[in-house]
């Protein structure tokens, strides 16, 4: 109060009084009790959903157990566990495939260049990413012996007059390091099926290389997608070799129009074992990762049409 004097104890009253003030107007503006909040204005939220990836073009072996970053037109770069225990990272992945995007996931062979099967606008941009000729067949990732059966004819189940019943040695090989070209059902897009070959042997036929991959990050996309992925193995741009560091894959390809990367640690460049079933007897017409088994013939080393049939498999 004007001209008022006043002593030590009511100073010290009147500055007890004005904290009390304070404390009870910052609870008040914090929207938790115990924590402050700032009086500045918040920042206005971004338009792009938070997902669990590092958004960089060349990206680094980062783990995040949380949120951190977004995706504004950049790569993504997604580091998953090999055993799938994490499978909760590939949310936003399978969001983007199902958008129409085309990227890399690990399968129990080597990395993979995928997109939606069902998206024909995915699978001509990934064919312009691997610059993958019109003519030549992609494979499909499979979740089960049931999508085998829905986009293909099916493996020769034996007749009662000799044909042995290749089903049930198949079934004892898969889910593993097997690619399985069989005649393609009507449900195969046109832009899959091999077509505008020269091999006259093969010139009327429509063959697609399937195949079940023993991936834990793999079949837990496939899973998530509820429906197969078109494929392609990853090579260096100029070299037919295969690519194996998902971080190398990412810069190299990323330039390329890739949308996103699944890192499931680097692997080894062994591939797939191919066995055409089209004919009369299951013939291996590329050695991989997959052990000759006896029901299989190897094919003629010779053999002209071995390039045209096998597809771009991982």
């Not at 590939?90 to 939606?116: Q, R, S, W």
């Amino acid at each position: 109060m004007a001209g008022t004097k006043l002593c030590g104890g009511d100073t010290a009253f009147l500055l007890r009084s004005h904290l009390h003030s304070l404390e009870a107007a910052t609870r008040r503006a914090a929207p938790f009790p115990g924590r402050v909040s700032s009086l500045s204005p918040k920042p206005k939220p971004s338009r792009f959903r938070i997902v669990a990836m590092t958004v960089k073009r060349s990206p680094k072996r980062l783990k995040y157990s949380a949120p951190r970053f977004t995706k504004e037109g950049g790569l993504m770069y997604v580091e998953a566990d090999p055993s799938g225990a994490d499978s909760w990272k590939l949310e936003p992945v399978v969001e983007l495939l199902k958008e129409g995007a085309v990227g890399v996931v690990p399968t129990d062979t080597l990395y993979a260049i995928v997109c939606d099967l069902k998206s024909h606008s995915a699978i001509e941009r990934l064919r312009r990413i691997k610059n993958v000729e019109p003519s030549k067949p992609l494979s499909i990732l499979c979740r089960s012996l049931r999508d085998i059966d829905t986009y293909t004819t099916g493996f020769p189940r034996g007749d009662g007059q000799g044909h042995a019943n290749i089903f049930r040695a198949v079934k004892h090989c898969l889910p593993g390091p097997y690619t399985f070209i069989l005649t393609a059902s009507k449900e195969v897009p046109k832009k899959c099926v091999r077509y505008g070959t020269t091999t006259a042997k093969y010139s009327l036929r429509k063959h697609v290389g399937v195949r079940i991959p023993n991936d834990a990050i793999c079949q837990a996309i496939l899973q998530k997608m509820d429906a197969p992925l078109i494929s392609t193995s990853v090579k260096w741009l100029k070299d037919n070799e295969w690519m194996v560091d998902p971080v190398v894959i990412a810069d190299t390809y990323g330039p390329e129009g890739l949308d996103f990367v699944v890192d499931g640690g680097v692997r080894v460049a062994e591939p797939s074992t191919v066995v055409d079933m089209t004919g009369t007897y299951p013939k291996i017409i590329r050695q991989g990762k997959g052990p000759k088994l006896y029901w299989m013939e190897e094919e003629d080393a010779n053999s002209t049409a071995i390039e045209d049939l096998i597809p771009s498999a991982t």
